[in-house]
Each structure stands twice: as structure tokens, then as C-alpha cells.
């Protein structure tokens, strides 16, 4: 598996999730499944085969973010000499040059990425076009709607 870029933030989140999983879901599910072999018959215990799924999706699930956290590449924009360029972890300012409104992003990992948060990924069309650009770049994104114009208008690394 290749690196994975995660800014400090989003690598925080995944341990906490991790954490959460390891120390208050894996034992609820343990008890869940041990309180349902009480009951008896296992070929018909609902909540036997319900505990069972669910302890399969939890222990998927932290297999899954200890090789993500094993794979991580944390990278802190504060650290980075990126002398003005867009780079992954940065904060862009931009103007939609069509209509005039002004978007603020972030450029993250896949796994952070939540455009209600104003978080894109660093896979995204829109930071793709972004990187290596620098304030007053005019820069185009083929959005699904058509190629859109943004002009780059600050960048910050926080």
C-alpha cells in the first residue's frame, strides 16, 4: 500500500476513531454476542447473527485504520516551505469568476475530505487544478457542469 497523505487533524481523527472502536465498540459487540449465546439455539437468535455482523464490520473497520495510520503520511502546512504555492493542507481563497462568490477549501486526504466542511480532496478535480498555483492564478476546473474559473486569492498554511 502506498502512503497516505493525511493533514494533523485528519490523522488525530482516525486515531480517535480507532481508539473508540478498540476500547467501547469491540467490547460492546463481545458482550452483545455473549448475552445473545445465552438465549440458546443459535440457528434462529436474531441478535446473535446481528452481533455477529456487526463485530465483522467493527474489526473490518479497525484493520482498515490501523494499515491507514501504518500507510499515513501526516503533513503540517505550518512545517511546509512552500514559498506561496497551493499545496496538500493548505487553505485556498477563491473567487468564482462566473458569478463573483468567494469559497474558502481546504485541501485534504481522501479521508478527511467533506465538502460541507469546506474540506476537498486532495484527489478532487478543483485541487488537482490548485496545486502548484499561487495568489492571483487564474485557474480552470472541469466541474460537471462545465469548465468553471476561480481566481486564487489566499493561500495560508494553518
Same mark, same amino acid.
Given at each position: 500500500?502506498? %502512503?497516505?497523505?493525511? %493533514?494533523?487533524?485528519?490523522?488525530?481523527?482516525?486515531?480517535?476513531?480507532?481508539?473508540?472502536?478498540? $476500547?467501547?465498540?469491540?467490547?460492546?459487540?463481545? &458482550?452483545?454476542?455473549?448475552?445473545?449465546?445465552?438465549?440458546?439455539?443459535?440457528?434462529?437468535?436474531?441478535?446473535? /447473527?446481528?452481533?455477529?455482523?456487526?463485530?465483522?464490520?467493527?474489526?473490518?473497520?479497525?484493520?482498515?485504520?490501523?494499515?491507514?495510520?501504518? &500507510?499515513?503520511?501526516?503533513?503540517?502546512?505550518? $512545517?511546509?516551505?512552500?514559498?506561496?504555492?497551493?499545496?496538500?493542507?493548505? $487553505? =485556498?481563497?477563491?473567487?468564482?469568476?462566473?458569478?463573483? %462568490?468567494?469559497?474558502?477549501?481546504?485541501?485534504?486526504?481522501? /479521508?478527511?475530505?467533506?465538502?460541507?466542511?469546506?474540506?476537498?480532496? =486532495? $484527489?478532487?478535480?478543483?485541487?488537482?487544478?490548485?496545486?502548484?498555483?499561487?495568489?492571483? /492564478?487564474?485557474?480552470?476546473?472541469?466541474?460537471?457542469?462545465?469548465?468553471?474559473?476561480?481566481?486564487?486569492?489566499?493561500?495560508?498554511?494553518?
Amino acid at each position: 500500500m502506498s %502512503t497516505i497523505p493525511l %493533514t494533523v487533524r485528519g490523522a488525530e481523527l482516525l486515531r480517535q476513531e480507532l481508539h473508540r472502536l478498540k $476500547t467501547v465498540e469491540r467490547p460492546a459487540v463481545i &458482550n452483545a454476542i455473549s448475552e445473545a449465546r445465552a438465549q440458546g439455539d443459535l440457528s434462529e437468535n436474531a441478535e446473535y /447473527d446481528a452481533a455477529k455482523e456487526k463485530q465483522g464490520f467493527i474489526e473490518g473497520r479497525i484493520m482498515e485504520l490501523e494499515a491507514k495510520l501504518s &500507510n499515513a503520511q501526516v503533513i503540517d502546512p505550518k $512545517t511546509l516551505n512552500a514559498e506561496g504555492r497551493i499545496v496538500f493542507a493548505a $487553505t =485556498v481563497e477563491l473567487e468564482d469568476l462566473d458569478n463573483g %462568490t468567494q469559497v474558502t477549501y481546504q485541501i485534504v486526504g481522501e /479521508d478527511e475530505a467533506d465538502i460541507k466542511k469546506n474540506l476537498v480532496s =486532495v $484527489t478532487s478535480p478543483i485541487a488537482r487544478a490548485l496545486i502548484g498555483k499561487h495568489v492571483e /492564478d487564474v485557474v480552470q476546473v472541469q466541474a460537471p457542469g462545465g469548465i468553471r474559473e476561480y481566481e486564487v486569492l489566499d493561500v495560508r498554511y494553518e
